[in-house]
């Protein structure tokens, strides 16, 4: 089953996992297409919940909105919206045509759907495999060098619930789950930040 797998793949897992952090700066230029088509194949190749997905050829979506676009002009109004509806003010909100609130100046946002049903966590606002669908992506956009940021206030104000956003992109409204990030070059004078992982000698035990 593995024997394609050496030793060599697994050092290089090591060097990703280890290298992989959020970026919270771009430089605005965009990667290529083929990149980013590379990054959402290893999304799309994630596990998922067998049986939302039986004989579903749609219950997994992607869809990538360059950040110049109109459309991410009109996602960014609806979310900042919602938003605010979450935290009580009903106040109408004046969002600048030209200024990207979440996005910090990244070329493209990846949106991520997956169809909701059982088990019990898709009942959820956020689904586990979908989780799974971005840490893929995260992982190959590492080793292509381009920077990755979540987007998690798509899940906070439920954007998945909300028809206008669902309309725009084309997704029946309250049937998928979502998740979001940015991605594009790190900003040439962003520093990663240094992070501490759990150690495993003061934090795995065996039983």
């Known amino acids: 089953m593995f024997e394609q797998i050496s030793s060599i793949h697994s050092e290089i897992l090591d060097e990703v996992l280890e290298t992989r952090r959020s970026v919270k700066a771009f430089s605005g230029v965009a990667p290529s297409k083929k990149d980013i088509e590379l990054i959402i194949r290893a999304g799309l190749r994630t596990p998922f919940a067998g049986k ?12 990538v909105i360059p950040t110049d676009s109109e459309v991410m002009k009109r996602i960014e109004v609806l979310l900042i ?29 990846i949106i991520a759907a997956e169809r ?18 971005m840490f893929g992506m995260w992982l190959k956009a590492t080793t292509l060098k381009i920077g990755f940021k979540l987007v998690s206030a798509f899940i906070h104000a439920k954007m998945g619930c909300n028809e206008e956003f669902c309309q725009l992109v084309g997704l029946p409204c309250g049937e998928y789950a979502l998740d979001a990030c940015v991605i594009g070059y790190p900003h040439e004078d962003y520093k990663l930040p240094l992070v501490s992982y759990p150690e495993y000698e003061s934090n795995v035990f065996w039983l």
Request: aromatic share 12%.
């Open 81 to 109: 919206r919602a938003l605010a509806n979450i935290q009580g003010d009903t106040k109408e909100i004046d969002v600048p045509q030209n200024v990207k609130t979440f996005a910090r100046n990244a070329p493209y946002l």
């Open 116 to 133: 909701k049903g059982f088990p019990v966590t898709y009942m959820a606002d956020n689904s586990i495999s979908i989780s799974y669908c």
């Open 52 to 63: 939302p997905a039986r004989e579903k050829k749609d219950f997994r979506r992607i869809f």
